[in-house]
């Protein structure tokens, strides 16, 4: 095999490999023996055909399998001869003509072609120790265990069926169906049936549950509201909308407040015990959302201490996959880029800024954890595969069986443990200061951050 660099700016190389026709027909030969070994012809006994008869009959067909072979070994042997690293399988650019080629499989010329391909950058690590994070602290107020002790019981106390006669009351759970809508067309999301509610839970859009006081059962009412300019979905936020409602049922609650009783009924010991768990649970939540935190600023540390030219092609394939996305959900809503403030060029400037943040903080991620030895156990993806089984009650069969015969669904469990794994390591390095913070701006902070990644 000969080799001549033809390109070496940056990250990109171009290669020319010539691999001379001697070795290609010793690789030949050596394929007809196999196919000697096993093959079943009229006329000779197994294993007796002779090479030569093989080489009339398979000749081409075996060289064009030698001929890929060697191409591949090729490619591999300049990598590690040249000490690079591929950060995609290199493009091979053949000669087209035909003559050309029927030469090489005939075994009468050499095989030449060229790779190219991008290098996966050299990268220096920053020093974690210089990381500065800002630790989250949220105190955990007696009136919030309050509010979720009451909302808790509004929705797991005993109710009773109240007389047909009775109309709808605070606290009363009912089941309704509900359509809404916008200047009178449904809207996505918008429908409901048999829906349980309780008046006064908080659980649906402000207004909503306070007009359905008064009704009674089987009776059917439109309502008016209007979402919040802060609602979630940005397509409904601060619309004016009407409900279609219709009563089912209602209930009226048979306990006016939570006791040791009711502690009882959920498996608890006594009232204290219950909110010592709810305690639990919300101290758990705000450390996700500390940990979730903390991340993006490990992340953005890292983005900022590594400055480093990226492969434009795995850019691109990055790039390609957000905007598929993007465009979907465009089409999907019927909008349009104009509908979110922006050009679809501007668009596609903004994600592609994203798109290299995300290749580069993998590369990082990646070199982190090579540096340091960090990977995840055979028994931590295998935690990871049934809690995500255990998100499809019914299917699990179906699931496990997916991820079994997929590498990439195992890969996609794979990466964001190995990712959680690499950003505690640098954690333990960084200099963490605490700082309170109420519930409000910590979940503000995440929000801010999430909308970060999407612009």
């Known amino acids: 095999m000969k080799t001549s660099e033809l390109l070496n700016e940056g990250l ?76 995609m399988q290199p493009k091979v650019d053949l000669s087209d003509d035909q003559a050309v080629i ?50 808790l019981f509004l929705n797991q106390r005993p109710y009773g069926d109240r007389d047909e006669k009775e109309p709808v009351a605070e606290g009363d759970r009912v089941r309704l169906n509900f359509e809404g809508k916008i200047e009178g067309k449904p809207f996505a999301g918008g429908k409901g049936e048999n829906v349980q509610l309780v008046i006064g839970s908080g659980e649906f859009i402000p207004g909503f549950e306070d007009k359905l006081i008064g009704m009674k059962k089987g009776e059917k009412k439109v309502i008016e509201v209007t979402f919040p300019k802060e609602y979630s979905n940005k397509d409904l936020a601060g619309k004016d909308a009407t409900f279609d409602v219709e009563i089912l049922q209602i209930e009226a609650p048979k306990a006016d407040k939570a006791d040791d009783e009711f502690a009882k009924s959920l498996g608890l010991d006594d009232l204290e015990a219950l909110k010592n768990a709810i305690r639990d649970q919300m101290r758990n939540a705000l450390e996700n959302m500390g940990q979730q935190r903390i991340k993006r600023q490990i992340l953005d540390a890292l983005d900022e201490g590594h400055k480093f030219a990226v492969p434009e092609q795995l850019v691109e394939a990055e790039f390609n996959s957000i905007w598929d996305k993007i465009t979907h959900e465009i089409k999907e809503h019927g909008k349009s880029f104009a509908d979110e403030g922006t050009t679809e060029e501007k668009a596609k400037e903004q994600y592609k800024r994203i798109a290299e943040r995300r290749v580069r903080l993998g590369l990082v991620v990646a070199e982190v954890g090579n540096v340091n030895e960090i990977s995840v156990s055979d028994e931590e993806l295998q935690q990871a595969l049934i809690a995500e089984v255990r998100r499809f009650p019914g299917q699990e069969q179906e699931v496990y069986d997916y991820y079994s015969k997929n590498p990439e669904a195992i890969a996609g469990l794979r990466a964001p443990l190995y990712e959680n794994k690499v950003v505690a390591f640098i954690a333990e390095l960084a200099e963490k200061t605490d700082k309170k913070v109420t519930r409000e701006e910590l979940a503000e902070m995440i929000r801010k951050d999430e909308e970060d990644d999407r612009v």
């Not at 079943?40 to 030569?52: A, E, H, L, Q, Y």
């Open 102 to 151: 029927n030469r090489v499989l005939d075994g009468k010329a050499d095989l030449e072609f060229e790779i190219s391909y991008e290098i996966l950058p050299q990268i220096e690590l920053m020093d974690f120790k210089k990381i500065k994070l800002d630790n989250p602290i949220v105190d955990i107020e007696e009136e919030e265990v309050e509010s979720e002790l009451n909302r």
């Open 12 to 87: 990109k190389r171009k290669v020319a490999i010539t691999i001379e026709a001697d070795n290609l027909l010793s690789q030949l030969d050596d394929k007809l023996e196999e196919i000697k070994a096993q093959a079943n012809i009229k006329g000779f006994r197994p294993g007796k055909v002779p090479i030569s008869y093989l080489k009339k009959i398979y000749g081409r067909s075996a060289m064009s399998e030698v001929m890929q072979k060697a191409i591949n070994d090729s490619i591999q042997d300049v990598l590690k001869e040249r000490d690079e690293k591929a950060a």
